[in-house]
């Protein structure tokens, strides 16, 4: 299994542009989740999907941020428009059914480091 | 908000020597897992360890949990340079309304010297 694939893995543009950061879960993980790293604030959760259908978004920050998730293999996360402030390491992460063993586990993918000028 | 608080925030020591990385929380859980991220790179799932249970292993891992306390530890034994890695602890909160949703510690940023 390839693991999670997140694209771009960088990403630099100028503040008001929009971005979109892409994700593909592993094949057949019921979850997914999109998070954002940095060194002030840490791994915060944004939004998680179960079955494709976004269970909890409270942690996104605002409404420039939106997330989809239009098939069980694609998700995105965009921003609109983008602000310095922003700019931070973006990880998406997909986890397992509860039929499986492993069905707490999260597999994190490489990120998208974004940096808003 | 964070849940966990890792403790200490940097580690250093050398290969061979035993590391110990403690985390507290705050709420009452589901499970408590323990992840690895290697510099520039994204997280790996370690070990879980559910509320019921106070110890457990795997490997050179050795992972506790004291619900009273409201804390956990990772011990890594033996360790080898390529343990050089910032390690969180993860809960799964009850009252979050689903286990599946993490809240991650500040990390720990573990370096040994070869």
């Known amino acids: 299994d390839a693991g999670v694939i997140q694209s771009p893995r960088h990403e630099v543009t100028e503040m008001g542009q929009e971005v979109t950061l892409r994700c593909k879960p592993i094949?057949?993980?019921?979850?997914l989740f999109w998070y954002r790293q940095t060194m002030m604030r840490g791994l915060e959760l944004l939004i998680y999907?179960?079955?494709?259908?976004?269970?909890?978004d409270s942690g996104m920050p605002e409404d420039r941020f939106s997330a989809k998730m239009p098939n069980a293999s694609f998700s995105t996360l965009k921003i609109q428009p983008s602000e310095p402030r922003d700019s931070a390491v973006y990880f998406c992460?997909?986890?397992?059914?509860?039929?499986?063993?492993?069905?707490?586990?999260?597999?994190f993918g490489p990120g998208t480091r974004l940096t808003v000028l | 908000s964070q849940q966990g608080e890792e403790d200490p925030q940097a580690l250093s020591i050398q290969e061979g020597e035993n590391a110990t990385m403690n985390c507290s929380y705050k709420?009452?859980?589901?499970?408590l897992q323990w992840y690895r991220q290697n510099s520039g790179r994204g997280l790996v799932h370690l070990i879980l360890?559910?509320?019921?249970?106070r110890e457990k292993h795997s490997g050179r891992l050795r992972v506790t949990l004291d619900t009273s306390k409201k804390s956990s530890s990772l011990l890594i034994t033996a360790s080898r340079a390529a343990d050089t890695a910032s390690y969180f602890c993860?809960?799964?909160?009850?009252?979050?309304?689903?286990?599946?949703?993490?809240?991650f510690g500040s990390g720990t940023q573990l370096t040994v010297l070869p």
């Open positions: 992460a997909s986890s397992p059914g509860a039929g499986a063993s492993s069905y707490n586990e999260q597999f």
């Open positions: 094949s057949g993980h019921d979850y």
């Open positions: 999907f179960n079955n494709n259908v976004p269970i909890d």
């Open positions: 709420t009452s859980i589901n499970n």
């Open positions: 360890i559910r509320s019921n249970e």
């Open positions: 993860a809960t799964a909160s009850i009252s979050s309304g689903s286990a599946r949703q993490l809240t």
